[in-house]
């Protein structure tokens, strides 16, 4: 028997009172709310590269960047249409996101997290220096989005929903299969795998591209919420607010994402003038839940309340 | 006939001979015990057959299928199991979970499939569910199913860990020492399972162990490793009274079978 | 230009060394690298200042003050980052360590953030620049130059020479062996961290004087040093040192030589091929796949 605040009926109750948010919402909560479904599709894309496939990669604040910059640039400067710039800056972050994955097949650890590293800050660099392209420092602004009759936040809005929707579904399904498992084992131990016919390579191509396609989608939604593109978003800090999601919201678990991201994006809106005060509470808790709640806040949640097992688990640490 | 070929193999580490023309025939239904002192090559003989170390010279086939050269995945897929010395298991699985990963090779799900949790994929998981449930009653894990793999006892998880190279049903199985650390109880389970697994389920099976009883008891036919080379072959009464094999062991009691260190 | 070109690449490339000194004491020790090292650079450079300039002390006693500030820090990081977690995944302690970086970068645009964004260093040595036929030395940097020599000096020294440096190396060996002879582990890696983290700050004081002390220092920094210990093999004090050198002049020339902005991602590019192409770096021996 499914029990009453299981996860079906919860989630259930979250999408329609999403559904039903921009009735009774203000502008402003409408934009919270669009930002916090845009890192829930960032967070549930990260966790199934780091917290699924165990790598451990710093790449996808420049991804969610390259998304919203390719999206953007598609439009101002090939002058396609949002519908077209939209998928083609996907497909173009997921190939990016490839080839990120190339050194991935012959680094792991340590050494990924520095080739991943070193490539955030090319793209930083690349952001702020090429400005034939990307306008340098200063951004540029992106045409504003049309959704005839509707109100143009709301179509967005919708538009998030929708995709989030599809995505989190995806990476659930994806989690519950074979491919989950394939990519779990890669993580646990990578011998093991390939003992039981899983091609190395090739899962731990489909992890990053899966993120990066993730992050493409949230970085094309995320330009056109606020019509406007700059470098600073994306930078090394924007990483650690994504890690953060993911590891307090529950490493390997789809579920734990989408709350840390709908906890996590509150509190950067409560500290928005405050840079200072967001790395501070950002870095703290990210080193607080991995050093007491290293199952993050899901597993409190699985404890109290029945009908939220997953499948697979978190990354091992000793008991 | 021989399902598992390894012709002359030779690898060195660093200028450290491993391996060095070592030969060996697998027959079909055979189990063949490997045994030599540490540092014999034993556990590097089965790193170069699964392909985790490409031999540098040197030939293996699996039903005549060359293996060199392959990775160790696609090795894998043609029907190579095997465990590990140090057990393997996916920490952040359950033991059903672990079991049913073992079925990779034989799952044609797509990444978009999984995905939409098409029907076709659906089934296929059932299906594949319902393997695994077999196979850990075959080995008479069944109760465990539900457990984390690393809730479990050291000799489960071994046990685990067979069932998990099985389930893809493997023509060649490879064990690294499945039996260290383990109680006699277990030790003759192991035995045991080794057998059936032979006769009911057909595998040929390759024995890398130090518990001497063990192989001595199970083996239809022993190979020898010194130094990387191969020194002796033969049924396990012919060993036993091999002086090469004695003179290997250098005052190690054979007949006693006491577990190496 | 070529001269002055290398004087500045060997200057700077001499801070990246005493930085990637610290990172890699700290990985052979205790197998992590600390990703917020380029934070304890960047808090022992406000340090610097806050001693220097704010209270106006002399130099070479500032440069004291930060490095043992820096070593207290270095503890407290240790304690907080790296105890809790030592029988964690690495991807546990890399996180932690990420924490906490942005832990001290708020801290430090807090507290000294509201001075302005970057804070100008008084320069050590007001000489002109020295001209020497077609040479232009700039006293500033030899002297930056010699400090940071003089510090990987002491550093070496105490790792070859002295009772702890030997119990470092011990542990570093084998930690289990160092156990069993008596050694308290523990100790030896809050001391390393403590050692990593002083090295960062000296490193930070001698550079202060050549650019700005700001928040957002450590982390260019950090992926500098990194390079500097890639190339060597990570794990090599010498590799360290080699290597730290190399990125300081790959970048002065790439900038001097093709565009100034080419400064900034030298050390970026230089990681990305050396461990694609030779993931070991220049010294280290290739790796063997075993289980």
């Keep these: 028997m499914p029990a009453l605040a299981g996860r079906r009926n919860v989630v259930v109750l979250a999408v329609l009172a999403l559904a039903a948010l921009p009735a009774m919402a203000n502008p402003y909560i409408l934009y919270v709310a669009n930002i916090a479904l845009i890192y829930a599709i960032l967070a549930v894309g990260l966790n199934l590269l780091l917290g699924y496939a165990g790598q451990f990669a710093f790449a996808n604040a420049a991804l969610f960047g390259i998304g919203a910059y390719a999206t953007g640039l598609f439009q101002v400067r090939l002058g396609l249409s949002f519908w077209a710039a939209f998928p083609a800056a996907v497909v173009f972050t997921t190939l990016v996101g490839l080839v990120v994955a190339l050194p991935a097949l012959r680094l792991s650890g340590l050494y990924l997290a520095l080739v991943t590293l070193a490539f955030a800050q090319l793209t930083q660099w690349v952001m702020l220096n090429w400005e034939r392209v990307t306008f340098g420092a200063g951004g540029f602004r992106v045409p504003p989005l049309t959704f005839g009759a509707l109100a143009p936040a709301l179509g967005l809005y919708y538009l998030t929903l929708l995709l989030t929707g599809l995505l989190v579904a995806a990476a659930w399904n994806t989690v519950r299969s074979g491919v989950g498992r394939a990519l779990v084992a890669v993580r646990d131990s990578e011998v093991a795998a390939e003992s039981l016919a899983i091609d190395l390579a090739r899962h731990k191509a489909i992890a990053f591209s899966l993120s990066a396609l993730y992050a493409g989608v949230a970085g094309g939604l995320y330009s056109a919420l606020l019509s406007f593109v700059a470098p600073e978003g994306f930078d090394l800090f924007q990483m650690v607010v994504q890690f953060s999601m993911v590891v307090v919201g529950g490493l390997g678990s789809v579920w734990g994402s989408v709350l840390g991201a709908g906890l996590l994006v509150g509190l950067q809106e409560a500290l928005r003038a405050f840079k200072g005060a967001q790395e501070i509470a950002f870095g703290l808790l990210l080193m607080a839940c991995i050093i007491f709640l290293p199952d993050g806040l899901i597993s409190l949640v699985k404890r109290r309340a029945r009908g939220w097992d997953e499948p697979l688990r978190a990354p091992d640490r000793p008991a | ?261 | 230009m070529l001269p002055y070109l290398v004087v500045s690449g060997l200057t700077t490339g001499s801070l990246y060394a005493l930085v990637a000194m610290g990172l890699v004491v700290v990985y052979k020790a205790t197998s992590v690298v600390n990703f917020a090292h380029g934070e304890l650079f960047m808090v022992g450079g406000f340090l610097a200042y806050t001693f220097h300039v704010l209270l106006k002390l002399g130099y070479v006693a500032s440069l004291l003050l930060a490095v043992i500030a820096a070593l207290l820090l270095g503890l407290v990081t240790e304690r907080i980052a790296y105890r809790p977690l030592m029988r964690a995944p690495a991807i546990s302690l890399v996180l932690a360590a990420v924490g906490f970086s942005f832990v001290l970068k708020g801290a430090a645009r807090q507290i000294w953030g509201g001075l302005g964004d970057y804070m100008p260093f008084p320069p050590v040595v007001a000489t002109p620049a020295i001209t020497l036929g077609s040479i232009i030395l700039v006293p500033q940097q030899l002297v930056v130059l010699a400090g940071a020599l003089i510090c990987m000096g002491l550093f070496t020294a105490f790792f070859t020479s002295t009772r702890a440096g030997k119990m470092l190396q011990a542990t570093a060996e084998n930690a289990k062996a160092a156990r069993l002879a008596g050694i308290r582990v523990e100790r030896v890696y809050a001391f390393t961290w403590a050692a990593g983290a002083a090295t960062g700050a000296a490193a930070a004081v001698l550079m202060a004087p050549l650019t700005f002390v700001y928040p957002d220092v450590g982390s260019p920094l950090l992926v500098k040093a990194f390079a500097a210990a890639v190339l060597g093999g990570f794990g090599s004090l010498p590799g360290a040192v080699l290597g730290g050198f190399s990125i300081g002049l790959i970048e002065n020339l790439a900038g001097g030589y093709l565009h100034t902005s080419f400064t900034d991602i030298s050390a970026f590019l230089v990681i990305m091929v050396v461990l694609i192409v030779r993931p070991t770096g220049f010294f280290g021996p290739r790796a063997v796949r075993r289980i």
């Design chain 2, 1 to 261: 006939m021989s399902r598992l070929v390894v012709r002359d193999v030779s690898i060195a580490f660093g200028g450290v001979v491993a391996l060095d023309g070592v030969d060996l025939e697998l027959a079909a239904g055979e189990i063949r015990g490997v045994i030599g002192p540490n540092g014999a090559g034993k556990t590097t003989l089965l790193n170069v057959i699964c392909g985790i170390n490409p031999p540098d010279r040197g030939a293996i086939a699996l039903d005549g299928v060359p293996l060199v050269g392959e990775k160790p995945s696609a090795i894998a897929a043609h029907g190579l199991g095997r465990t590990f010395q140090a057990t393997q298991l996916f920490r952040g699985m359950t033991v059903l979970e672990n079991v049913m990963t073992g079925l990779h090779g034989r799952l044609t799900e797509s990444v978009l499939g999984a995905a939409f949790r098409s029907r076709r994929l659906r089934e296929a998981e059932a299906a594949a569910a319902a393997r695994a449930r077999d196979v850990l009653a075959f080995v008479g894990m069944q109760a465990f199913e539900g457990r984390l793999a690393t809730e479990l006892s050291f000799g489960q998880q071994r046990v685990i860990e067979i069932a998990r190279a099985l389930i893809s049903e493997p023509r060649v199985l490879l064990l690294d020492e499945p039996a260290v650390g383990l109680s006699l109880n277990r030790i003759t389970e192991v035995d045991a399972l080794m057998r059936r697994i032979r006769d009911e389920r057909g595998v040929s099976i390759l024995l890398v162990e130090h518990v001497i009883r063990l192989v001595m008891d199970v083996s239809d036919r022993i190979t020898v490793l010194s130094y990387g080379r191969k020194i002796a072959e033969g049924g396990p009464d012919e060993i036993r009274a091999d002086p090469a094999v004695i003179e290997a062991y250098l005052g190690r009691d054979l007949h006693a079978g006491s577990p190496a260190p």
